[in-house]
């Protein structure tokens, strides 16, 4: 079981910047953030290794967010830049059993989830 507790979420205005945090009771092999906002599916954002040696986004999101994590403090970072009010939703933080190694780059296999921070851009 891994415990995933997300915080940074807030509202801003079109153009501004969040740092979302998630700190996780275990560090997996590949752990990510996802997105789900009103009336759609749940979306891979942004996913990265343990060795921080490869990092994956969502087209949508390309150059405007970066995943980062501190081993150390077993905490995932999600920082995001030039947001839209496209990019409102709930954000989670999610991790894969330990053990498993999943590849980062489909954003598949995720089993646990944290309970999400919301995001509110407004234009």
């Known amino acids: 079981q891994v415990q995933l507790v997300e915080s940074g979420g807030g509202s801003v205005q079109a153009g501004g910047s969040l740092r979302l945090s998630c700190t996780a009771s275990a560090i997996t092999f590949c752990m990510g953030w996802f997105r789900q906002a009103p009336g759609k599916e749940r979306e891979g954002v942004a996913a990265?290794?343990?060795?921080?040696?490869?990092?994956y986004y969502a087209d949508s999101v390309k150059g405007r967010f970066t995943v980062s994590r501190d081993n150390a403090k077993n905490i995932l970072y999600l920082q995001m830049n030039g947001l839209t009010s496209g990019d409102t939703a709930m954000y989670y933080c999610?991790?894969?059993?330990?053990?498993?190694?999943?590849?980062?780059?489909?954003?598949?296999?995720?089993?646990?989830y944290g309970q999400g921070t919301q995001v509110t851009v407004s234009s």
């Open positions: 999610a991790a894969h059993v330990p053990g498993d190694r999943w590849s980062c780059s489909n954003f598949q296999g995720y089993a646990y």
């Open positions: 990265l290794y343990v060795d921080n040696s490869n990092t």
